[in-house]
Nanobody, 125 residues
Framework: VQLQASGGGPVQAGGSLRLSCAASGLRFSDYGMGWFRQAPGKEREIVAAITRTSSSTYYVESVKGRFTISRVNAKNTVLLQMSSLKPEDTARYYC???????????????????WGQGTLVTVSS
């Protein structure tokens, strides 16, 4: 499986971006997916996660109400809609596929095995 993230770029505070992650492979719908981010000098943190059927989602507290994760299994795609962006959202954003085939919600980076190359989001004030 390969993951290709896109949609990042520069944006002013208060603006919106939609990140997209396209997955190759035939088993996309069997795995939970997540979006992570890493700012310079900081550890990678989970932003949002979604189960394989979209039955459950998770958001880190700092993005609740502003970001929405979704997936379209028929298109092997997971999305992250980001609105009301803040300068502290500036980071490289990565999509990732869970390590194990399950219906669970995975929120630890250790639960993920396959990572995309990341897309940079820069929010200016």
């Amino acid at each position: 499986v390969q993951l290709q993230a896109s949609g990042g770029g520069p944006v002013q505070a208060g603006g919106s971006l939609r990140l997209s992650c396209a997955a190759s492979g035939l088993r996309f719908s069997d795995y939970g997916m997540g979006w992570f981010r890493q700012a310079p000098g900081k550890e990678r943190e989970i932003v949002a996660a979604i189960t394989r059927t979209s039955s459950s989602t998770y958001y880190v507290e700092s993005v609740k109400g502003r970001f929405t994760i979704s997936r379209v299994n028929a298109k092997n795609t997971v999305l992250l809609q980001m609105s009301s962006l803040k300068p502290e959202d500036t980071a490289r954003y990565y999509c990732a596929e869970a390590r194990r085939r399950s219906g669970l919600l995975h929120i630890s980076p250790l639960d993920y095995e396959t990572w995309g190359q990341g897309t940079l989001v820069t929010v200016s004030s």
